[in-house]
Structure formats: C-alpha cells, structure tokens
C-alpha cells in the first residue's frame, strides 16, 4: 500500500535549521505534486510549501517564504523541507503529503513528524 514515512524532525533553538525528508512508495511519485503541511497545538492544519513534477514549481506560505525551501528527487521517490531560520512559532507536527491527480483519488498523507523551536 502507499506509504510516505518523514524524517528529520526533532528539537532546535530559534534560529537553528532542519532538512525534513519524506519518502514515498506504492505511488508513481513524479507525477504527483507533492506538499508539506503542518499542524500546531489547538490550530488547524496548514499548507507550509509545495512542488509540482514536473517543472518543480514551487508555492509557500507567507509565513514561511524566504526560511524554507522545498525540493524533490524523483529518482529516490523523497520530498525534502529545508528549514532554515527557525521560530518558535514554527513547531508544529509536519505532515507531507502526495496531491491528488484525479478527482476520484485519494491524496496521500504521512504520519507526521514533530518539530520543535524552543531555547
């Protein structure tokens, strides 16, 4: 079955930097745009930044832009979240997620992972 499994996560100070890294399977990975949200305690979930195949283009957040970098490599099936310059404000559990091609398909989600900002 479709599996995406996220890496990366865990502890930084503000200011501090994580790559997170999402690897999928049982899906047809480049043809899928591919996306990172993210979810903070009594908030709802967010789209943080995502990347289209081909072409990789790419959309953020405001919130995010110009700390965060997303990528992909398609020949290892993995989307990457590059996150620089961290803020408290920041932590949250991660999630990606492969959109949807079709109407009648499921997106894809991970299980999440934890990202925490604190001194």
């Known amino acids: 079955q479709v599996q995406l499994v996220e890496s990366g996560g865990g502890l930084v100070q503000p200011g501090g930097s994580l790559r997170l890294s999402c690897a999928a399977s049982?899906?047809?990975?480049?043809?899928?745009?591919m996306s990172w949200y993210r979810q903070a305690p009594g908030k709802e979930r967010e789209l943080v930044a995502a990347i289209t195949s081909p072409g990789g283009t790419t959309n953020y957040a405001d919130s995010v832009k110009g700390r965060f970098t997303i990528s992909r490599d398609n020949a290892k099936n993995t989307v990457y979240l590059q996150m620089n310059s961290l803020k408290p404000e920041d932590t949250a559990v991660y999630y990606c997620?492969?959109?949807?091609?079709?109407?009648?398909?499921?997106?894809?989600w991970g299980q999440g992972i934890q990202v925490t900002v604190s001194s």
């Open positions: 997620r492969a959109d949807r091609r079709y109407q009648w398909e499921p997106d894809y």
């Open positions: 049982a899906i047809t990975f480049s043809t899928h745009t």
